[in-house]
């Protein structure tokens, strides 16, 4: 075939491009994916019984806080990743100020009590619960952000990483509504790291699930 | 040539064909010069060229109007060298990463065969689809008379001939890999 041929193909009566379905298609999949974690955690954790109690509910925004700006900050950088050369304009670096900010407050946490606490604050009695029910909601998320992703073309394959890293912070969110513990250091550790885990994950399947 | 295509993804299709066009030219320098570098003849250029206007072709609601056009035609056609340099198994995808400006500073060369053959790829196509893609994009009819001839809603044909040239860019991929 001469390539000629090819350009007149393809250019003849063209129809419009729907410039928005990059954005359009992230967007919906990260709303789906939240809800679906939402959905896993309520049905099969449940919510925690003593949101009533202020502090309680208080410690729960934090926490959702931090879940959602990790995701909120992932998404930002995930648009442009996704599609052809838009890992050479970004500032990735960023994602990781969240998990900076959480430890800069951890850090104070601890200074402020006496070390003997300190096991009880960082490991408290559901570390176990939190580091495998973060990266099992994260599943159907990553899935759902993986499909959207993929149909931007995205020529960086560690994008797969950002994916991980939106669908970790999702759930962790979601989490939040179970995990009964309410201490700023157990968050630091376990939240981020189990984050972390999700972004590693999605970097070694990425360039699998990824490919176009 | 990001006017060109933005007036193309409007449904400009002269712009888009002259864009094309042009692409082409720059494509075929690089992917030469590329396979010169990586010990490879330059015979497989051509099939690159056109491989990666068929994924520039798929894939150009990716392109954000609002960036440069050339990182995001570059990356493309990095990738799809990659790609092509890993399935034949040769010096493993070691493409170094340049600045993107090299793949515009490159002359045109005159368009050459591949080794693909339109007839016979159109022939792996479904029917319905192949008809879509025959008679709008190679006999160059209206939607509207392609959906009287076919018989189908014009919708029907559209979706017939977004699917065609999806399947077409899949089937070319996976030619190269045999």
């Known amino acids: 075939m001469n390539t000629e041929e090819l350009i007149d193909l393809l250019s003849t009566n063209i129809e419009p491009v729907d410039a928005q379905k990059v954005v359009r298609n992230l967007g919906v999949a990260i709303t789906a994916g939240l809800v679906l974690a939402l959905l896993t955690c309520i049905v099969t954790l449940g919510i925690r019984p003593d949101l009533d109690n202020p502090g309680v509910f208080g410690f729960l925004l934090v926490k959702i806080g931090f879940g959602s700006v990790v995701a909120f900050v992932g998404w930002h950088f995930l648009l442009k990743h996704a599609r052809p050369g838009g890992e050479n304009q970004s500032r990735i670096f960023l994602t990781a100020a969240p998990f900076a900010a959480l430890m800069v407050l951890a850090g104070v946490n601890l200074i402020s009590v006496p070390a003997s606490h300190w096991g009880h604050l960082i490991m408290g009695e559901d570390w176990l619960g939190c580091l495998l029910s973060i990266p099992i909601i994260a599943v159907v998320p990553f899935a759902v952000i993986t499909w959207a992703v993929r149909m931007a073309a995205p020529t960086n394959l560690h994008t797969g990483a950002l994916a991980g890293l939106v669908a970790g912070g999702i759930s962790a969110a979601a989490y939040a509504l179970h995990c009964p513990n309410d201490s700023v250091p157990f968050i630091a550790l376990w939240y981020s790291g189990t984050i972390v885990l999700c972004t590693l994950l999605g970097a070694a399947f990425g360039p699998r699930l990824l490919h176009w | ?178």
Do not use: F
Request: charged share 25%; glycine share 4%.
């Open chain 2, 1 to 178: 040539m990001r006017a060109l295509m933005i007036a193309g993804l409007k449904g400009d299709a002269a712009a888009y064909r002259a864009l094309l066009s042009e692409l082409s030219g720059h494509l075929r320098a690089y992917y030469r010069s590329k396979l010169v570098r990586a010990g490879r003849g330059t015979e497989e250029a051509e099939d690159l060229v056109q491989e990666s206007l068929m994924a520039v072709h798929t894939r150009r609601h990716t392109y954000d109007p609002t960036q440069l056009l050339t990182p995001w035609v570059y990356a493309i056609a990095r990738y799809k060298l990659i790609d092509h340099l890993r399935q034949s198994r040769s010096a493993l995808a070691n493409v170094p990463i340049e600045d993107a400006s090299e793949i515009m500073a490159a002359d045109g060369e005159p368009a050459t065969e591949s080794s693909l053959d339109l007839n016979k790829l159109l022939a792996r196509l479904p029917d319905k689809v192949r008809l879509a893609i025959q008679y709008v994009k190679i006999e160059r009819l209206s939607v509207v008379e392609a959906a009287a001839r076919c018989g189908i809603s014009e919708s029907a044909i559209k979706i017939n001939v977004h699917r065609g040239i999806k399947k077409l860019s899949a089937v070319i991929s996976q030619e190269k890999m045999k």
